[in-house]
């Protein structure tokens, strides 16, 4: 039986967020086609009709997962980010979090066309971050944001690494959310 295109697109864009979910829960390599389909609802040789690879969902999974982080951020101050940035309940929601913590050093093994969408989402978000605190993007702020946006991630993964009771990975997100004595985070 043939579907629409437009139930093929919304077919399509269910796997999508499917997919964004689940890699960022289970990492690129811990989520197989098979069992990916099923999540989304559908059988395995589906796949293919949707997508070229697997690497080209990855893509755009990953670009699914960021926009709506990007969504989420865009009435905030750098101030708000950061404070709901580095909370357990973030830490804890690994697959509707931060794309960039949760997939980072996955994408970090990847090929080039996933890595590129990461470097885009460390740039929006970036310009997002200083367009919100209404300040003119100089180098010094891009290098500040830049180091804030570092210590965040590396947070939460940090954070992620510790065993979920540990007061260790309280810690270290209380830390990295207390401002340094050189006014940074």
Do not use: W
């Amino acid at each position: 039986m043939r579907v629409s295109k437009a139930q093929a697109q919304a077919n399509r864009t269910l796997i999508v967020e499917t997919a964004s979910q689940l890699f960022r829960e289970r990492g690129f390599d811990g989520v197989g086609l098979a069992d990916l389909m099923a999540a989304a609802g559908f059988t395995h040789g589906g796949f293919y009709k949707h997508f070229a690879s697997k690497a080209d969902l990855m893509a755009e999974s990953a670009a699914c997962g960021i926009a709506k982080n990007l969504e989420r951020s865009q009435d905030l101050s750098t101030q708000q980010f950061f404070d709901r940035y580095l909370t357990r309940r973030h830490r804890d929601a690994r697959d509707h979090g931060c794309t960039l913590s949760a997939l980072g050093g996955d994408a970090a093994r990847q090929p080039e066309a996933l890595k590129a969408v990461f470097a885009d989402a460390i740039e929006a978000l970036l310009t997002t971050l200083a367009r919100n605190d209404q300040q003119e993007a100089d180098d010094q702020q891009r290098a500040r944001l830049i180091g804030q946006l570092a210590q965040a991630v590396g947070a939460i993964v940090l954070s992620r690494a510790c065993p979920d009771d540990s007061l260790l990975a309280d810690e270290i997100l209380s830390a990295c959310r207390a401002p340094q004595a050189d006014g940074t985070r």
